[in-house]
């Protein structure tokens, strides 16, 4: 398919996503795009693009391309990705007022003056036309440097409502009565400009795109795929070389699995291509191969766009050419990557452990280094670190038994995949069961309880933990470091219980001092089955750990309009019969609410007894042949689905290896130079 003067191999295309690498960590980014190239992905792009210090993302892991000095970062990905046949794009913007330029000190420029998009940051400034023409300059000297860079693609960038084009578009921000300003031609201007600038910088031999969000979910409040959205494709239709096409904000672009279907983007964007005859890519965490052949075929779209999808599996393109489809690690929509980087740290993903240790541990998504001896390891627990753990060991040739004490092997993941909107949640099970099922020398026992005698007979010479964690019933969190007065009453419940349909008395009481979704989906499932639900919750928000997936907003609307009452920053501070005590967590003010079931979802306590018993008795184990024992996931530290699948995958890669350089420090840092 070309692009322009470009030609890309295939109808794959990474878009650009965020990684919390960007230009902090250049040779973790270069390295996770390679990879992406290796994979097949005919077109892998890079994050948010700075080009200017007016356009400060940090404390933020987006990537710099200020001047000269910044070429070699982009370099390195390109060449990596040329290494593998694939095109390299990269993405420049301008955040305008979204951007608090914390570090350059510099005023943020919008449209028109303006209070930043964030609150508590500087208020933005309003651009003349000198302060225009310098962004042009701007961002033609930012495409010459990509150029340089070995960039094959670059974009302009009007999507998320997070890009100063974007700004310029839309009324709320730009109340200018220039030619910039008022009807819509003007207010398109500057997206045209940029894009016509482009082109003439670099456009002989680099495809320029135009990434642009047609709807912002606003209805008449905001931009209309309908309206002025078509209006602006109509307009620009033949002047990029391709159209990236998606809506806005970046919560509604990369909606979770738990508010969102598979091609959930097509009723805004499927419009774009029937105006055009250039490419259009759209997006949608396409995972289906079937899916992804409907859009191509039905003249939706010309290429597949993926963020997520190629982040779970970065081989995706080439197992579906080779016919692979089983072994295609689908994204399961929970957005722990996007997680990663709204805190600042190299993104991970719940499906691909490997994410973000491609260069720092040299890890890869498909080969794993052949096994250092013929040791059989028995793995005890069949959730996410353990099954992860025995199909990483068994891809590298160990014998492997897994004892799951269970009835069906899946551990939190099966039950949670069972709660309101979580149903792709069981891919992290079902992918590596797949896998395990076509390995031999890894067996799986269900419905084994393995004590420490049962381990010291069995002889095997390592054994790993896999044995999880179980949510507190006293009520110890966050917020209370005691048991709360009144927690062992019959009708005192955990998540567990909620999950196992055990509560059948309302009105129910959720006191969520876990922060996580764990309380919402809760409250969903008992609303569901009839209950009256009030969820009470020491922070400012429900499900505070949300706002890093992009997800609150949509939880807490879900919530409200299920009819669930919600009380924000209140304790529970005792437990009666058929009523709770709550405090406000400011003034202490205590006041009593009517509850014939209270489900507390505070912490989880580590399942590591038997594994407490071995340590204890090293002479056993040397008798039994034991040479090494581990835990790993929710039993070593009670955390994300993701951290376990972590866990188990770090087990298996670092069994028997070659000691570390430096053992305090497992992998590779990069240092900054100094100048």
């Known amino acids: ?98 951007r608090a330029n914390r570090t350059s000190r510099m005023a943020p420029l919008a449209p028109s003056a303006s209070p930043n998009k964030y609150p508590m940051r500087p208020q933005a400034r309003a651009m003349d036309l000198h302060d225009i023409a310098e962004l042009r300059r701007w961002h033609r000297d930012a495409a010459l440097r990509a150029k340089r860079a070995g960039a094959d693609l670059v974009y302009v960038y009007a999507a998320h409502n997070i890009a100063l084009p974007m700004h310029f578009l839309l009324p709320r921000y730009n109340r200018r009565n220039d030619t910039y300003g008022g009807r819509l031609e003007n207010r398109v201007r500057l997206i045209r400009e940029l894009i016509e600038d482009t082109k003439e910088a670099v456009g002989d031999t680099v495809a320029v795109a135009l990434r642009f969000a047609v709807d912002e979910r606003m209805g008449e409040a905001g931009l ?66 079937d899916a992804m052949v409907r859009v191509i075929r039905s003249g939706i779209a ?181 048991t709360i007065p009144g927690a062992g009453r019959s009708h005192v419940f955990g998540p567990e219980d909620v999950m196992a349909g055990r509560i059948d008395k309302g009105p129910v009481l959720i006191f969520d001092d876990d922060h996580g979704y764990m309380a919402g989906v809760l409250a969903e499932k008992l609303v569901a089955n009839g209950m009256e639900v009030m969820l009470v919750t020491p922070a400012a928000m429900v499900s505070e750990f949300t706002v890093l997936t992009l997800e609150q907003g949509f939880v807490q609307k879900r919530l409200l309009e299920l009819g669930v009452t919600i009380r924000q920053q209140v304790n529970l501070a005792a437990i009666e019969a058929g009523h709770a005590e709550l405090a406000c967590v400011y003034t202490g003010r205590r006041e009593m609410v009517a509850a014939t079931s209270i489900v507390l979802v505070t912490a989880r306590v580590p399942n590591e007894q038997v594994y407490q018993a071995l340590v204890r008795r090293p002479d056993l184990m040397e008798a039994a042949g034991l040479r090494s024992i581990a835990l790993i996931g929710d039993c070593l530290s009670p955390q994300t689905i993701a951290a376990a699948v972590y866990d188990g995958h770090s087990y298996a890669r670092d069994l028997d290896a070659p000691e570390s350089v430096n053992p305090d420090v497992p992998y590779r840092r990069e240092h900054m130079a100094l100048s």
């Open 302 to 482: 010309d290429f597949i766009g993926a963020a997520r999808p190629s982040i779970a599996d970065p081989f995706l393109p080439r197992k579906i050419e080779e016919g692979r489809i089983e072994d295609i690690r689908e994204c399961i929509g929970c957005n722990i990557c996007i997680s990663g980087n709204n805190s600042f740290v190299p993104m991970r993903c719940t499906q691909n452990p490997t994410m973000g240790e491609e260069w720092r541990r040299g890890w890869h998504p498909e080969n794993l280094p052949v096994k250092g001896s013929d040791d059989r390891v028995l793995v005890i627990g069949a959730g996410p670190a353990g099954l992860e753990a025995a199909r990483a060991l068994g891809e590298r040739g160990y014998a492997v038994t897994l004892a799951e004490r269970a009835s069906q092997p899946g551990g939190r993941v099966t039950r949670e995949a069972a709660l309101p909107g979580l149903a792709a949640w069981a891919r992290v099970r079902d992918w590596r069961l797949t896998q395990i099922a076509r390995m031999a020398h890894v067996e799986m026992y269900l419905e084994s309880n393995m004590g420490k005698d049962e381990i010291l007979r069995f002889g095997a010479p390592h054994v790993v933990f896999a044995t999880g964690a179980t949510w507190r019933r006293d009520g110890v969190g966050h917020a209370n470091h005691k």
């Open 1 to 98: 398919m070309k692009i322009g003067p470009v030609t890309a191999r295939n109808r794959f295309f990474q878009v650009p996503h965020c990684t919390g690498m960007g230009s902090n960590w250049p040779m973790s980014h270069a390295e996770m795009r390679g990879q992406k190239a290796e994979g097949g992905w005919a077109v892998v792009c890079t994050e948010e693009t700075m080009i200017h210090p007016t356009t400060d993302a940090l404390p933020g892991a987006s990537m710099r391309l200020w001047d000269d000095d910044d070429i070699p970062v982009f370099a390195a990905a390109a060449d990596r990705v040329h290494e593998h046949g694939g095109l390299f794009g990269i993405e420049l913007v301008h955040g305008g007022l979204s």
């Open 224 to 289: 209309e795929w309908q309206k002025e959205g078509r209006e602006v494709v109509e307009m620009l239709a033949e002047l990029p070389d391709l159209w990236d096409v998606n809506v806005s904000g970046w919560e509604h672009d990369s909606k979770t699995s738990r508010f969102a279907q598979e091609g959930y983007q097509e009723d805004a964007v499927s419009f774009v291509k029937k105006l055009t005859s250039k490419p259009v890519v759209i997006v949608g965490r396409y995972t289906s191969p």
